[in-house]
C-alpha cells in the first residue's frame, strides 16, 4: 500500500504531466502556425511578384499591340489608296491610248490635207505665178504645213503620254501593299493574342492574390489562436507547478550551469488542541536537488531516492545538491525569484551530466526525525519533477553589423555591398550567455556526447586559445578566408547570413494583428531560420578574431529564393549554429541576431 507522500506526489506528478502534455502538443500546433503563416506569406509574395511580372508583360505587349493596331489601320489606307489608283492608271492608260490613237489620225489627216494643197500650190507656181490665186494657195500651204508640224508634235506627245501612262507599275505595288496588310494583319492577330493570354493570366493570377491573402489572414488568426491557447496552458501548469510543486523552475545557463528556484515546502497546519506539555517540534527542512536524466523521470521514486541518497559517497555534494528556497508566492500569485547557480557534475545515479541531453530535476525534502516522530510517518518527501532541460553553451550572438557599397558596379550597373559584423567568440570571458529557461525535451543524445566536465576542460583550452589569438587579424571578404589558421575545436559554429524582404511588403498588409503590428512584415523566428534552404543564406564561417566580413553577390537570393531587388530594403538576420554531427551540435544553443539594422543590399541608379 503506498503512503500518503506517495499517493500525494503521484497525484502532483500526473497532473503535472498532464499539463506538459497538453502544453508541449499546443506548443508543437503553435509552431504548425507559424510555419503555416510564413509559408502563407510566401506565397502571397511570390504570387504578387508574379503579377508584377504579368502587368509588365501585358503593359508591353499593350505598347506593340497599339503599334500594330496604328500599323494595321495605315496599311489598310494605303490598300484602298493603291486600289484607287490601280483603277484609275487603268483608266488612264485607256484613255490616254485612245486619245494618241485620235491625235494620230487627226494628224494623218491634217498631213494628207497638207499633200493636197502643197500638190495645188505647186500648180498655182506653175499657172499663176504672182496673182492674187497663187498668193492665197501660198499662205495656204504655209498654214497648213504648220498645222501638220503641229499635229505631228501633238501625236507624239500623245504617244509619249500613253507609253508613260503605260508604264506605271500600280498594279505591282497593289500586290506587294495587299501582302503586306496580310503580314501586318497576322501580326496584329499575334500581338492581339498574346495581349489576351496575358490579361486573362492577370486576371487569373489576381485571382491566386486574392486566394493567397485569405489564406494568409486565416494563417494569421490561427497562430493568434495558438499564442493565446498556449499562453493559457503556460498559465497553467505555472499556477499549477507554484501550487502543487513549490514554483520549482530549472533555467539553463550554460553546458556546464544551471540555475534553481523554488519556495519552501508549505508544511501541514495543525488544527487539533495540542496535549499538555507537547510542543510541535520543527521540520527543519533541507532541500536537495538532483538530476535524472528525462526518459527515466517517470520511474523515479521516493523509494529509489531513498536508497540512492543513502549510498551517495560521504561528503559528495555533487549527486544531489544542497539548496535553499528563494522564491515566494504574493497574493497575486505573482512569484519573486532569486534562483541558485548549480556547477553540473553528476545526475543521481552518479553519472556524468552530457551537454546535449535532456534532464529534469527533483526536489529530495529530508524532515527533521522528531518532526517525523511527531507526524508518525517517517518517509523523506520527492517533489514532482521540474520540465525537461538541455544543458547546452549558448553559440555567440551578433553584435554589429556594418555594410559597406562597393566601389565600383557590376557588368548590369548595380553597385553590391559588403558586410561586417562582430561577435564574442566562443570561450572568451566577455561572452555571456543567454539562459534557456525550462526548455522543451530533447532526444536523447547518441554517439558521442561530452560530459560537463570534459566540456568544461575543452572550454579552459578554447579561452587560452582565443587569449593567444587576439591580435588584430585582416578579414577577408572571402568567407572561406575566415577560417584560416581556426581550430576546429573552437569554430565548431557558423554563421547563416539570411535577407527578408522589408521595404515594399507594407503594401501587402501583412501581420495585421495588434500584438504583430510592431513585427517586420514577414513573420520569422529561429524555428523558421533554421529551415531556411542552404542555397537561401550565405554562409560565413567563424573567426577567432571575432570579426568577419562577406560579401553580396548577384546570385544571392532571400529567404524564399527570390532574387534580391535593388534599392530594397532587407532585414538582415543571422544565425549561429553549431557544426559537426548531430552529437556535437546538441552541445550547443543556436542564437538569432533579429534585432539588426535594415539594410539595402544594392543599388541601381
Known amino acids: 500500500m503506498n503512503t500518503y507522500n506517495e499517493n500525494l506526489q503521484q497525484t502532483v506528478v500526473n497532473t503535472l504531466s498532464a499539463l506538459a502534455l497538453n502544453q508541449s502538443n499546443l506548443d508543437s500546433l503553435k509552431t504548425v502556425a507559424e510555419y503555416t503563416l510564413y509559408y502563407a506569406q510566401g506565397t502571397e509574395i511570390s504570387a504578387r511578384d508574379k503579377l508584377e511580372g504579368t502587368d509588365g508583360d501585358v503593359t508591353t505587349w499593350q505598347n506593340v499591340n497599339n503599334q500594330s493596331l496604328i500599323n494595321a489601320n495605315q496599311v489598310f489606307n494605303l490598300l484602298t489608296s493603291a486600289t484607287e489608283a490601280n483603277t484609275d492608271v487603268a483608266v488612264s492608260i485607256t484613255n490616254t491610248a485612245t486619245a494618241a490613237a485620235n491625235v ?179 521540520a527543519a527542512p533541507v532541500y536537495y536537488l538532483t538530476l535524472v536524466p528525462a526518459q527515466n523521470q517517470t520511474t523515479f521514486s521516493i523509494d529509489q531516492v531513498e536508497q540512492l541518497f543513502s549510498q551517495r559517497p560521504k561528503g559528495d555534494n555533487s549527486l544531489f545538491v544542497s539548496v535553499t528556497p528563494d522564491a515566494s508566492v504574493d497574493v497575486t500569485g505573482a512569484v519573486t525569484r532569486s534562483p541558485s547557480s548549480i556547477q553540473l557534475s553528476s545526475d543521481a545515479f552518479g553519472n556524468p551530466v552530457l ?60 553597385i553590391w555591398s559588403t558586410a561586417s559584423f562582430t561577435f564574442t567568440p566562443l570561450g572568451s570571458s566577455a561572452d555571456t550567455a543567454t539562459e534557456q529557461t525550462d526548455a522543451t525535451a530533447a532526444s536523447p543524445t547518441k554517439g558521442k556526447a561530452k560530459s560537463v566536465a570534459a566540456q568544461a576542460d575543452a572550454a579552459a583550452s578554447v579561452q587560452q586559445i582565443v587569449s593567444d589569438a587576439q591580435q588584430p587579424a585582416a578579414t577577408s571578404a572571402a568567407p572561406e578566408a575566415q577560417a584560416a589558421g581556426s581550430s576546429t575545436a573552437i569554430l565548431a559554429y557558423e554563421f547563416r547570413c539570411i535577407l527578408v524582404e522589408q521595404g515594399g511588403t507594407p503594401d501587402l498588409n501583412l501581420l495585421r494583428c495588434p500584438e504583430n503590428l510592431n513585427l517586420p512584415p514577414i513573420y520569422f523566428n529561429q524555428a523558421i531560420a533554421g529551415q531556411v534552404s542552404p542555397a537561401n543564406y550565405i554562409r560565413v564561417p567563424a573567426s577567432l578574431s571575432g570579426c568577419c566580413t562577406f560579401n553580396f553577390l548577384p546570385t544571392a537570393t532571400d529567404n524564399f529564393g527570390n532574387v534580391i531587388k535593388p534599392n530594397t530594403m532587407y532585414q538582415l538576420y543571422i544565425l549561429t549554429v553549431a557544426t559537426g554531427d548531430a552529437s556535437d551540435q546538441a552541445q550547443y544553443t543556436n542564437v538569432l541576431a533579429n534585432t539588426l539594422p535594415a539594410i539595402t543590399v544594392c543599388t541601381q541608379a
Not at 365 to 392: D, G, H, M, R
Open 355 to 414: 551537454a546535449g541531453s535532456s534532464y529534469v530535476a527533483f526536489l529530495y525534502i529530508e524532515l527533521s526525525k522528531v518532526y517525523k516522530q511527531y507526524i508518525n510517518n517517517y518517509s523523506e518527501l520527492l517533489s514532482a519533477p521540474s520540465q525537461p532541460f538541455t544543458p547546452a553553451t549558448t553559440l555567440p550572438l551578433v553584435q554589429k553589423l556594418e555594410v559597406t557599397p562597393n566601389s565600383t558596379p557590376d557588368s548590369t550597373g548595380v
Open 104 to 282: 494620230q489620225i487627226a494628224s494623218n489627216a491634217i498631213s494628207l490635207l497638207a499633200s493636197d494643197i502643197g500638190a495645188a500650190f505647186n500648180i498655182a507656181t506653175a499657172a499663176l505665178y504672182q496673182t492674187d490665186v497663187y498668193e492665197k494657195i501660198q499662205s495656204a500651204n504655209s498654214l497648213i504645213n504648220e498645222v501638220a508640224n503641229e499635229a505631228k508634235r501633238i501625236s507624239k506627245s500623245a504617244m509619249n503620254a500613253s507609253g508613260s501612262t503605260a508604264e506605271i507599275t500600280i498594279s505591282e505595288v497593289l500586290a506587294q501593299t495587299t501582302g503586306v496588310k496580310s503580314k501586318i494583319d497576322n501580326l496584329f492577330t499575334s500581338t492581339q493574342a498574346e495581349l489576351d493570354k496575358f490579361t486573362k493570366q492577370a486576371i487569373a493570377e489576381n485571382a491566386q492574390i486574392t486566394t493567397a491573402s485569405k489564406a494568409e489572414r486565416q494563417a494569421e488568426g490561427g497562430l493568434a489562436d495558438a499564442r493565446r491557447e498556449l499562453t493559457a496552458i503556460n498559465t497553467a501548469y505555472d499556477n499549477s507547478n507554484n501550487q502543487l510543486n513549490q514554483c520549482l523552475s530549472i533555467s539553463v545557463v550554460s553546458g556546464g550551469e544551471i540555475t534553481a528556484s523554488f519556495a519552501a515546502l508549505p508544511l501541514p497546519t495543525f488544527y487539533s488542541p495540542q496535549a499538555g506539555g507537547v510542543t510541535i517540534p520543527d
